[in-house]
């Protein structure tokens, strides 16, 4: 059985979100390991954060308490934390190589 | 009604992500992000948020992505180079990935009774009044800590973008 009948129930399942939210978390993940700009795979990391942000709420609204809109708000916050340092590491990176590709900032590794 | 415009807003993320990962142009991907995002935002109304959608929009879709956005304009890059891949990685990705969200979907049918439903308007603890409560009593020293953070990561980015002054 993939989904209840339309008319057993009123609204949307739950389900439905939690789906959503893998889908999203898994096309993230697809972004993350597929792309080779890092700008690109910086915003895959963005989808993960929101994907999981939803099923938060999607939880805050089946039991009832907005304690999980007070976790994706403190998701948000790191997330913007994390964009501004980032960016700044992105921007750095640049300078001192000319180059996005991921392949090629490889320093720690050879 | 309900379903209609949760289906709407779904697909809407759905397909702005698979652009965000199709795109070779950063560009792109970026104007995909907000797309996701804004119909997130959407979703998290429906199920009660208001404070975390109208935040949403605001941090995420305006804030965070205009950093983005002031960066790939910055740089101006243009498209990435077609990556050289294993033959496998091309052809088991798709699939995998797919077997992975079927994972995960057949999990949660299985722990979540099917009858949860969800009604626009039912819970309406997400307003910024009892977010506001809940985070000024009970979570006051986190929210405390995330100030800490901001300022760490505001002088963290400072000090990695500036220029060097000699």
């Known amino acids: ?46 989808l993960m954060l929101n994907a999981v942000n939803l099923t ?36 750095t990176v640049f300078k001192n190589r000319q180059t996005l590709e991921i392949d090629e900032v490889s320093s720690l590794k050879d | ?31 995909s992000l907000i797309g996701v995002m804004g119909s997130l935002a959407g979703i998290y109304l429906q199920l009660g948020g208001e404070f975390i959608a109208a935040a949403q929009l605001v941090v995420y879709a305006g ?38 969200v079927a994972l995960i979907h057949n999990l949660i049918l299985h722990v979540l009774p099917p009858s949860d439903s969800v009604q626009f308007g039912v819970f309406t603890g997400g307003t910024a009044e009892a977010i506001g409560m809940k985070l000024f009593t009970g979570y006051l020293l986190p929210f405390e800590v995330t100030s800490v953070l901001i300022l760490i990561a505001i002088v963290g980015a400072i000090v990695l973008a500036r220029k060097e002054v000699d």
């Open chain 1, 1 to 46: 059985m993939p989904f209840p009948p339309f008319q057993m129930i009123a609204g949307v399942p739950l389900t439905w979100y939690l789906t959503l939210s893998a889908v999203l978390f898994a096309l993230g993940v697809a972004g993350f390991l597929f792309r080779r700009n890092i700008i690109t795979v910086f915003m895959s990391i963005e």
């Open chain 2, 63 to 100: 804030a965070i992505m205009v950093l983005f956005v002031f960066v790939i304009m910055l740089l101006n890059e243009g498209k990435e180079r077609k990556a050289r891949r294993r033959l496998w990685v091309t052809f088991a990705g798709l699939p995998l990935l797919l077997v992975f």
């Open chain 2, 1 to 31: 009604m309900d379903t209609v415009v949760f289906l709407i807003f779904a697909a809407i993320a759905v397909i702005c992500a698979v652009n965000l990962v199709v795109q070779t142009h950063p560009i792109a991907s970026a104007l």
């Open chain 1, 56 to 91: 938060f709420i999607a939880f805050s609204y089946k039991l009832r308490q907005n304690d999980g809109h007070i976790f994706s708000f403190f998701v948000m916050v790191v997330a913007a934390a994390e964009a501004a340092v980032g960016l700044a590491i992105i921007l």
